[in-house]
Nanobody, 124 residues
Framework: QVQLVESGGGLVQPGGSLRLSCAAS????????MGWYRQVPGKERELVAV???????NYADSVSGRFTISRDNGKNTVYLQMNSLKPEDTAVYYC??????????????????WGLGTQVTVSS
């Protein structure tokens, strides 16, 4: 299994910045894609940004140019630098990864794993 722990959320004024971090731990053999999603009450969870093991990235149009995703493969950690934040960025942000794990002497997966989420509130 893989555990994902997010940190870095909070309250920020419009135009401000936050940096989210997510560390993966567990019986990890390999992690391919890591990403961030967000969800507001009454709406579906949506992709914010994703990065693969080679460093290729993809962003939602709504955050492109303002958010930057990066990862440290040695630490199994993914980051989301959020700049020029807007009230509409307010949401619970979830970390996600696609990983293979060691299980009873074998490699299983890949499977998707989710963190518990961290609240980001953009308000004056």
């Amino acid at each position: 299994q893989v555990q994902l722990v997010e940190s870095g959320g909070g309250l920020v004024q419009p135009g401000g910045s936050l940096r989210l971090s997510c560390a993966a731990s567990g019986s990890i053999f390999s992690i391919s894609a890591m990403g961030w999603y967000r969800q507001v009450p009454g709406k579906e969870r949506e992709l914010v940004a994703v990065i693969n093991s080679g460093g290729s990235t993809n962003y939602a149009d709504s955050v492109s140019g303002r958010f930057t995703i990066s990862r440290d493969n040695g630490k199994n950690t993914v980051y989301l630098q959020m700049n020029s934040l807007k009230p509409e960025d307010t949401a619970v942000y979830y970390c996600n990864c696609n990983a293979e794990v060691f299980s009873y002497g074998r490699i299983k997966g890949p499977s998707q794993y989710w963190g518990l989420g961290t609240q980001v509130t953009v308000s004056s």
